[in-house]
């Protein structure tokens, strides 16, 4: 799985951790490293569902971040890209 991707959506995740840690080339890396932290990322800024965080597959966890729409959601919204609850 590819770290700029949302586990619950499959969208573009937009983890500016995870962009500044992308080579020039545009391969994918992994998940951002602690000192990687530092930098303003959307994630910072809001509160994550509880409700998101508990619906990401458990072979995801800790490989990428949510999407801020998916972070956002509560259980009982479907995700627009795949229908799931999240």
Known sequence: MSADIC???GAANAC???AAAQ???GQSVSSPS???V???CWCQRVA???N???QIPADKVGLACLCPRCAQRAAHTPCAET???A
């Open 52 to 54: 998101a965080l508990a």
């Open 7 to 9: 586990p619950l959506c």
């Open 23 to 25: 080579p020039a080339t």
């Open 83 to 85: 229908g799931q609850q």
């Open 16 to 18: 500016a951790m995870v």
């Open 38 to 40: 530092a930098l303003d």
């Open 48 to 50: 994550v569902s509880a």
């Open 34 to 36: 602690s000192a990687q």
